[in-house]
């Protein structure tokens, strides 16, 4: 099996990126497939110059790689940042999203030097004012915000201003309620486990939250939780179940050992179309449930979730990874 893929027209390409890194053209975007499906082969097909079209430019049944600008001002200087936005529809076939995975590395060095990289299925996550907010982070223009009274030599969390809850302090246990949609329960032991892996006292690390019976309409039972790494909570993603999972890693910001959560949503493969579409009725009151967090990933493929892969979209997320040579 290849491990590299190559562009049918490396010229063009360059071309493409090169008036997308240039002060003072109208290109803002490219955008690159593989060609028929093939791991190996890559095609640039659109040049754009509104990334708040982006949204709308991915395909829910294709792998696509995207090179963005965007223009931050900061301290009354403006400067350019450049995002490599790496789409995996949520359609692509799980043998297909495995045989893309490999060529992964080498599509992303066409891309090189980028400022923020974002994995994602979702179309909300491409929202202009979502990418913005991560740049300023990622750039240090965002504050951070820190727990009161942490202990000297304790772990801090690095939570930033923008993630915190937006909403009243809800009591432990009970019912969640939204406004744009009815209101879902969710057990008290979800809640419970949830505060056990954000609590430095606690060993655990992990848990994981399903529908009960199935049924997307609720309640939110715990499924399952343990004190290991990421490998002890794959064997418990299940292909016909919806999942919502938090897991607590590290992350070192100038030598100070920082707390990350990681909130999963996955939804596997045999899920049906119906509870799909019943679920997304509930994204935003369950992201009430776990946040803050500091990465998303959504995910219906297990090789997604490895330590290597989240400590990566942790280090993005916090800007302690720089992708500019």
Request: aromatic share 8%.
């Amino acid at each position: 099996m290849t491990t590299t893929a190559a562009f049918d027209d490396l010229q063009e390409f360059k071309s493409a990126v090169a008036t997308v890194r240039k002060d003072g053209t109208d290109d803002k975007y490219l955008i690159v497939a593989h060609v028929e499906g093939d791991p190996s082969k890559l095609r640039l097909i659109k040049v754009g110059q509104n990334v708040s079209d982006l949204a709308t430019e991915v395909d829910d049944t294709q792998v696509l790689y995207i090179l963005s600008r965007y223009e931050r001002t900061f301290d009354m200087s403006s400067t350019v940042k450049f995002v490599y936005i790496h789409w995996i529809g949520d359609q692509v076939p799980f043998g297909k999203k495995g045989r893309y995975g490999v060529v992964q590395g080498s599509v992303q060095e066409y891309f090189n030097p980028y400022h923020l990289l974002v994995e994602t299925s979702q179309r909300e996550d491409l929202d202009f004012s979502i990418i913005e907010r991560q740049l300023d982070e990622t750039s240090g223009t965002t504050s951070k915000v820190l727990d009161n009274d942490v202990a000297s030599g304790r772990q801090k969390r690095g939570f930033v201003a923008s993630q915190l809850p937006q909403r009243d302090r809800q009591k432990a246990g009970g019912v969640f309620i939204s406004k744009e949609t009815a209101s879902i329960e969710v057990s008290n032991d979800v809640l419970e486990n949830i505060a056990a892996v954000r609590h430095d006292a606690e060993q655990q690390r992990w848990m994981l939250a399903c529908y009960r019976d199935n049924n997307p309409k609720g309640p939110l039972d715990c499924l399952a939780q343990g004190e290991g790494d990421i490998t002890e909570m794959i064997p418990h993603l299940a292909d016909d179940l919806v999942l919502y999972g938090l897991y607590r890693v590290t992350d070192k910001v100038d030598d100070i050992v920082t707390v990350k959560f990681v909130y999963i949503q996955w939804v596997g493969e045999k899920v049906k179309p119906f509870t799909k579409a019943k679920i997304s009725t509930n994204k935003g009151r369950l992201e009430e449930v776990f946040t803050p967090y500091h990465v998303l990933i959504f995910t219906s493929d297990r090789a997604d979730l490895t330590d290597r892969n989240i400590n990566e979209k942790v280090s993005s997320a916090s800007g302690t990874k720089s992708f500019v040579k």
